[in-house]
Nanobody, 124 residues
Framework: QVQLAESGGGLVQTGGSLRLSCVVS????????LGWFRQVPGKEREFVAG????????LYLDSVKGRFSISRDIAKNSIYLQMRSLKPEDTAVYYC?????????????????WGQGTQVTVSS
């Protein structure tokens, strides 16, 4: 059974940066396509960024392209979300998730395992 644990959230001013981390335990990173999602109250959880099991492919939500970057560290069995130029609309609970499917996907119902989430708040 895989477990995911996020960290790195917090309160930051508009224009600031944060780096989220997600440690994956139970299986190696190459076993999954991995993604970052976010959710605000009353809204559906949305895909933010993803990285394929090979690490060769990444995908991003249009509104975060050029500001957010997903990466992974095989040795630490971890993925990261570097967030720059943060805006108040980036405020949400951020989750990492693992998908055992064959290709990198953006639908939240494609992902099999989820972390507990970490709060990111961007003040104006």
């Amino acid at each position: 059974q895989v477990q995911l644990a996020e960290s790195g959230g917090g309160l930051v001013q508009t224009g600031g940066s944060l780096r989220l981390s997600c440690v994956v335990s139970g299986r190696t990173l190459s076993s999954y396509n991995l993604g970052w999602f976010r959710q605000v109250p009353g809204k559906e959880r949305e895909f933010v960024a993803g990285i394929s099991r090979s690490g060769a492919k990444t995908l991003y939500l249009d509104s975060v392209k050029g500001r957010f970057s997903i990466s992974r560290d095989i040795a630490k069995n971890s993925i990261y979300l570097q967030m720059r130029s943060l805006k108040p609309e980036d405020t949400a609970v951020y989750y990492c998730a693992a998908d055992t499917g064959p290709v990198l996907r953006t639908a939240n119902n494609a992902y099999d395992y989820w972390g507990q989430g970490t709060q990111v708040t961007v003040s104006s």
